[in-house]
């Protein structure tokens, strides 16, 4: 009965709260609350950016590791708990690239959104009475953040992948792409300001409970 | 170095890049709101890729191994570790009641105490009371009868229970479902409502292009009717003029003839009327009877169509020749020499009729001016 107040309790409670709970008192069920939110989430960036699905998941479980153990480390102040979370995740994931001097084998291509698939999924979680309301905004913002990436023009979208899921610097684009440098970081500034302005107009902001 | 702000938000610059524009970055509070405002986009960007749930086996290394460093760190393992909250939280009353809950789990039951016996001589001190037992068997009725009260009851709310958790499945998933069902609503509204605006502004733009192209064609209109009645104007001078180019087209050897006939003494003019048909023509012939020419002016007939002319006819007592033929300018005028091969004093008049395309050996024609040949 108690756990089944804490957990509900617990729900509400926000991302900052409860790295909160877990800087200063270790509590391990606010970060069990975390790990159940993102780690779907960020288990889907480290497989997508590695293009391995096992090593995806092995880098997941570093990134949450490092949560628990570093979360001493995070500073609301700079940021917000998923910035920090993805980032080391990303970070982790492109190291990982980077070691095993391993390109995923198949083109990056992202993702498409199942609208069936997705209704389907809600029906598993609800009866593994998951956290909800989180998976669906999150399953939400999944479709608003293709369909923004789908509206950039292609040049600019490019610039995206090749950055952010593939990890290469500007100075490797540019050698590889035989693009200057200026013509980089105009579509990087270009896609992102875009892209910003299509997710506002589309309502996304960072979640809260 | 400003240009860099999009790839080092991204995370496409080198580490010595980066090193070189954060410590820019530190003096630059525009550029730090820039960096912010692009955070929001890229913070997005996960949420692109498909969500893969960890397995159970990761799930629980993961829990195994951070419960294990709570131990160690914190002296606290998943059973204890939330009674510690000091963090703020949105419904303190409920904290207070899990507190108050789990604290009556761990703190023990309050124990008699007696600190002048031993426990063991406590214990046969009181089951030696005769009063003793009987209370006991019926402390240990009452007891029986309220554990399976209170097992009934406990019975009776784990089936609550357990339907109100069906309940609470069900609302979860019409939760969900409605939650899919608003998100699609809310992306079509959006969309509606872009392509509704983009709509307006292009129907806005056609309208003004419309009445901008209404009017160049009212203008065009105007202009194109002022040309066309300067060009009716402009043909109707030339046709004009074409026809007075033509009346003074005489040859020099005509012309000779027209001076020779003018300033000869016996030559004379005589009138030349229109009929009953032609009341408004009239014509003037100027002649020597001793020359073979005359000059012929006419006035006041109309213009001929295609295939017919006016030709001289020169009449005699018996009969008559047919001569030159002439057509008229727009204002119905002509200047012609009339040939003869017989002197005009053979002739005792001249008319006029209207014959077909290249004139005819005798008349067909009515007669639209006549004029006797007497001297006045």
């Known amino acids: ?209 | 170095m400003e240009a860099w702000l999009g790839l080092y938000v991204l995370g496409g610059l080198t580490e010595e890049e980066e090193r070189k524009l954060e410590a820019v970055l530190a003096t630059r509070p525009d550029w730090q709101t820039q960096v912010e405002d692009l955070t929001t986009a890229v913070s997005q960007l996960p949420y692109a890729t498909e969500a893969i749930p960890p397995s159970d086996q990761m799930t629980n290394q993961l829990m195994a191994r951070v419960e294990k460093n709570a131990q160690a760190r914190f002296g606290v393992g998943e059973a204890t570790s939330f009674t510690a909250v000091s963090a703020p939280a949105p419904h303190p009353q409920r904290q207070i009641k899990i507190e108050n809950e789990l604290k009556q789990e761990r703190e023990p039951a309050p124990e008699a105490k007696d600190e002048t016996a031993s426990w063991w001589t406590r214990l046969t001190n009181f089951w030696s009371h005769p009063g003793t037992t009987v209370f006991a068997v019926a402390v240990a009725v009452v007891l029986m009868l309220w554990a399976g009260l209170v097992t009934q009851q406990l019975n009776q709310v784990s089936e609550e229970m357990a339907n109100l958790r069906n309940d609470f499945t069900a609302v979860q998933t019409t939760n969900s479902d409605l939650a899919t069902a608003n998100a699609a609503l809310v992306t079509t509204n959006q969309e509606l409502t872009s392509q509704n605006s983009n709509m307006l502004a292009d129907m806005a733009t056609l309208l003004n292009d419309n009445s901008e192209a209404q009017l160049t064609i009212a203008q065009l209109q105007g202009e194109l009717n002022n040309s066309q009645q300067a060009q009716q104007e402009a043909e109707t001078q030339l046709v004009s003029l074409q026809a007075q180019y033509d009346a003074l087209q005489l040859t020099t050897a005509d012309q000779q003839q027209v001076t020779d006939l003018l300033f000869s003494p016996q030559t004379y003019n005589i009138s030349l009327p229109g009929t009953a048909e032609t009341p408004d023509a009239s014509g003037r012939l100027v002649l020597n009877p001793n020359q073979g020419e005359a000059l012929l002016l006419v006035s006041g007939l109309p213009p001929l169509p295609e295939g017919q002319v006016y030709q001289v006819l020169l009449i005699y007592d018996t009969g008559h020749n047919t001569a030159d033929t002439f057509r008229v300018d727009t204002t119905g005028d002509s200047v012609l020499l009339v040939h003869s091969d017989e002197p005009w004093g053979n002739f005792t008049a001249v008319g006029i009729s209207i014959e077909p395309e290249g004139g005819s050996p005798q008349r067909t024609g009515d007669i639209i001016i006549l004029g006797e040949l007497a001297q006045s």
């Open chain 1, 1 to 209: 009965m108690g756990n089944e107040l804490m957990q509900n309790t617990l729900d509400e409670l926000n991302d900052e709260e409860l790295i909160s709970l877990v800087q200063t008192e270790g509590n391990v069920h606010a970060f069990r609350q975390l790990y159940t939110r993102y780690s779907p989430i960020v288990t889907g960036l480290s497989s997508k950016i590695t293009g391995d699905h096992t090593l995806g998941e092995e880098i997941a479980q570093e990134t949450f590791w490092r949560v628990w153990h570093n979360a001493a480390s995070f500073q609301p102040t700079r940021g917000t708990f998923t910035n920090w979370m993805f980032g080391i995740a990303r970070n982790l994931s492109i190291d990982a690239l980077r070691r095993y001097k391993k390109m995923p084998t198949r083109p990056f291509v992202l993702d498409t959104f199942d609208r069936e698939e997705q209704h389907h999924e809600f029906n598993t979680l609800v009866a593994e009475e998951s956290d909800v309301p989180h998976q669906v905004w999150a399953s939400w913002q999944q479709e608003e953040i293709l369909a923004a990436l789908d509206k950039l023009p292609p040049e600019q979208k490019e610039v995206i992948v090749w950055v952010y899921f593939q990890g290469r610097t500007r100075r490797e684009i540019a050698q590889q792409e035989q693009i200057p440098f200026g013509t980089i970081n105009t579509r990087a500034r270009l896609a992102l300001d875009k892209l910003r302005y299509l997710l506002m107009g589309r309502g996304i902001e960072a979640y809260s409970e």
